[in-house]
């Protein structure tokens, strides 16, 4: 019995010192079945398993990552991503957990690790920031902004640039993918494909090139205007020819025309002030305003902002027109189609001539027709009389024609077939009276009147007669084409001199100097 004893005392003396040795060793060294990344750490102490990781991870950021557009490799390395190791702790965490406990139970675990090794993921992160650098200078060359359609007007014909796609890359969805990519880890070099998104320009080439029929055309004559007034109608008018409206959006006539200075093309012109003609920069705009309105009311435009001239003008009858101030009295018009409208503008000889350009969808059998209605005349009265002693006794020189008062409005009338279907009253204006001014000699002699050169005989003029007072003869003529001519075209007549010196077609820019008829 003492024997049997004695040798259970030296197992258990043998079991005791084995799991002592075995302890004794974990805590030296990590014992075998530890790996990390597919790193064997076994027989390492922590530092040298640490920096073998460490080794790794620095020889996974050498590899190359090549970021895939549109079949075109841009390549880099993982460290210039910001490639790193982010989870730092979990070398110490699994020498814990495997370490943890008393020596049986630590013993165990070694003995579990032999026949069933583990293996810690590491994890990985990537600078977003130098992602973002990356891209957008590496990679700007490959991204392609789209490109709109462009189409102009010449010899009668539309020409028309066709529009291209643009390629853009997703950010976001492009440094989701190098990381989903970078996170399991880089044994070799990897390829990943940037999130693409193609765009489309505004203006198509199939929307430009639906452009084709004449929605609305008005010309005026500005044969009384002289070189100055002429130059501004020329210069004007070419800032808008050649705009497109795309569906919904607005013109300016004061935004595409201005500033209005000698820089800009324009000249000093006559220009309603204060109930008064005076040279202004720009003198004369107005009327590429009324007959840009013109046009655009026989096109059927939304009329976003239009506004009569404080006196009648001479180049159409009233409530036909519109005025331009800054951005007080302006003209704006809106496409209401589903398709883009071409606005054509410019003079030719003495006349000035809008044509809006588009896709026709209004009825073949529905015409329209605008008519001007004076509904009361106010005359300004007697002339107003100043002495200027440099004048010979008795002589009698106009500084300023007379313009009778108005109140008018404009109808809008829809044919079906011939028939009437539709009136409508678009607005009411008011042009103020104003009195003709004269400048006589000191004595009162019998009268001798001088006219200046260029100024036409004293007098008022009559807006719905034409009196010989005016100075600007109105010929303008309005010539829609298609299903959309008019049964009763306007046909504006003379109503007042436009300007005391020559015709201009007056505004009234009280504050904004170069606004003018």
């Given at each position: 019995?003492?024997?049997?004893?004695?040798?259970?005392?030296?197992?258990?003396?043998?079991?005791?010192?084995?799991?002592?040795?075995?302890?004794?060793?974990?805590?030296?060294?990590?014992?075998?079945?530890?790996?990390?990344?597919?790193?064997?750490?076994?027989?390492?102490?922590?530092?040298?398993?640490?920096?073998?990781?460490?080794?790794?991870?620095?020889?996974?950021?050498?590899?190359?990552?090549?970021?895939?557009?549109?079949?075109?490799?841009?390549?880099?390395?993982?460290?210039?991503?910001?490639?790193s190791w982010e989870n730092t702790g979990v070398l110490e965490d699994t020498i814990a957990e495997y370490g943890s406990g008393n020596i049986i139970e630590?013993?165990?675990?070694q003995k579990d690790l032999e026949n069933n090794p583990v293996d810690v993921e590491l994890e990985f992160k990537i600078d977003g920031a130098a992602v973002?650098?990356?891209?957008?200078?590496?990679?700007?060359?490959?991204?392609?902004?789209?490109?709109?359609?462009?189409?102009?007007?010449?010899?009668?014909?539309?020409?028309?640039?066709?529009?291209?796609?643009?390629?853009?890359?997703?950010?976001?969805?492009?440094?989701?993918?190098?990381?989903?990519?970078?996170?399991?880890?880089?044994?070799?070099?990897?390829?990943?494909?940037?999130?693409?998104?193609?765009?489309?320009?505004?203006?198509?080439?199939?929307?430009?090139?639906?452009?084709?029929?004449?929605?609305?055309?008005?010309?005026?004559?500005?044969?009384?205007?002289?070189?100055?007034?002429?130059?501004?109608?020329?210069?004007?008018?070419?800032?808008?020819?050649?705009?497109?409206?795309?569906?919904?959006?607005?013109?300016?006539?004061?935004?595409?025309?201005?500033?209005?200075?000698?820089?800009?093309?324009?000249?000093?012109?006559?220009?309603?002030?204060?109930?008064?003609?005076?040279?202004?920069?720009?003198?004369?705009?107005?009327?590429?305003?009324?007959?840009?309105?013109?046009?655009?009311?026989?096109?059927?435009?939304?009329?976003?902002?239009?506004?009569?001239?404080?006196?009648?003008?001479?180049?159409?009858?009233?409530?036909?027109?519109?005025?331009?101030?800054?951005?007080?009295?302006?003209?704006?018009?809106?496409?209401?189609?589903?398709?883009?409208?071409?606005?054509?503008?410019?003079?030719?000889?003495?006349?000035?001539?809008?044509?809006?350009?588009?896709?026709?969808?209004?009825?073949?059998?529905?015409?329209?027709?605008?008519?001007?209605?004076?509904?009361?005349?106010?005359?300004?009265?007697?002339?107003?009389?100043?002495?200027?002693?440099?004048?010979?006794?008795?002589?009698?020189?106009?500084?300023?024609?007379?313009?009778?008062?108005?109140?008018?409005?404009?109808?809008?009338?829809?044919?079906?077939?011939?028939?009437?279907?539709?009136?409508?009253?678009?607005?009411?204006?008011?042009?103020?009276?104003?009195?003709?001014?004269?400048?006589?000699?000191?004595?009162?002699?019998?009268?001798?009147?001088?006219?200046?050169?260029?100024?036409?005989?004293?007098?008022?003029?009559?807006?719905?007669?034409?009196?010989?007072?005016?100075?600007?003869?109105?010929?303008?003529?309005?010539?829609?084409?298609?299903?959309?001519?008019?049964?009763?075209?306007?046909?504006?007549?003379?109503?007042?001199?436009?300007?005391?010196?020559?015709?201009?077609?007056?505004?009234?820019?009280?504050?904004?100097?170069?606004?003018?008829?």
């Amino acid at each position: 019995m003492k024997g049997k004893w004695w040798m259970g005392k030296v197992c258990t003396m043998a079991v005791g010192l084995t799991l002592f040795l075995a302890a004794d060793v974990w805590a030296e060294t990590i014992p075998k079945g530890i790996h990390i990344e597919g790193q064997d750490l076994s027989g390492m102490d922590t530092e040298e398993a640490k920096q073998k990781i460490e080794t790794y991870v620095s020889d996974m950021s050498k590899q190359s990552v090549a970021l895939e557009v549109a079949d075109t490799k841009v390549e880099t390395t993982a460290s210039q991503l910001g490639f790193s190791w982010e989870n730092t702790g979990v070398l110490e965490d699994t020498i814990a957990e495997y370490g943890s406990g008393n020596i049986i139970e630590r013993y165990l675990k070694q003995k579990d690790l032999e026949n069933n090794p583990v293996d810690v993921e590491l994890e990985f992160k990537i600078d977003g920031a130098a992602v973002s650098r990356f891209v957008e200078t590496e990679c700007q060359p490959l991204i392609k902004e789209a490109v709109d359609a462009t189409i102009v007007r010449e010899n009668g014909q539309f020409i028309v640039t066709p529009s291209q796609n643009g390629v853009a890359i997703d950010l976001e969805a492009t440094i989701k993918e190098l990381k989903e990519a970078l996170s399991a880890g880089l044994d070799e070099p990897v390829v990943v494909k940037a999130a693409v998104t193609e765009s489309e320009p505004v203006k198509t080439t199939e929307l430009l090139s639906s452009i084709q029929d004449v929605l609305g055309t008005f010309s005026t004559d500005f044969s009384s205007s002289g070189a100055a007034r002429s130059k501004n109608l020329q210069v004007g008018s070419g800032k808008i020819n050649g705009s497109v409206l795309m569906p919904g959006e607005t013109l300016s006539g004061y935004e595409c025309m201005h500033p209005f200075t000698k820089a800009n093309g324009y000249a000093a012109a006559g220009s309603y002030e204060n109930g008064q003609v005076v040279d202004s920069i720009g003198g004369g705009v107005c009327q590429i305003a009324t007959t840009l309105y013109n046009a655009a009311l026989l096109a059927e435009m939304e009329i976003t902002q239009r506004q009569n001239h404080s006196m009648i003008v001479s180049y159409v009858k009233p409530s036909n027109d519109a005025a331009i101030a800054g951005t007080y009295k302006d003209i704006k018009i809106t496409n209401p189609y589903d398709t883009p409208v071409y606005i054509e503008a410019g003079t030719s000889g003495r006349t000035l001539t809008f044509t809006i350009y588009g896709k026709e969808s209004r009825p073949s059998n529905r015409t329209i027709k605008y008519v001007s209605e004076t509904l009361s005349v106010i005359d300004p009265g007697e002339p107003i009389t100043k002495v200027d002693p440099s004048l010979q006794p008795g002589a009698r020189v106009r500084v300023q024609s007379g313009h009778r008062g108005i109140r008018s409005r404009l109808w809008k009338y829809v044919y079906i077939d011939g028939v009437e279907t539709e009136k409508t009253i678009l607005h009411t204006d008011t042009y103020n009276a104003s009195k003709a001014i004269y400048r006589v000699g000191p004595e009162a002699l019998p009268p001798t009147e001088a006219i200046l050169p260029g100024v036409p005989d004293p007098g008022v003029t009559d807006p719905n007669a034409g009196g010989t007072g005016a100075t600007e003869p109105a010929q303008p003529t309005t010539q829609p084409s298609g299903p959309m001519a008019p049964t009763a075209p306007v046909q504006p007549t003379p109503t007042a001199p436009a300007e005391s010196t020559g015709g201009a077609g007056p505004v009234q820019p009280s504050d904004n100097p170069g606004a003018g008829a």
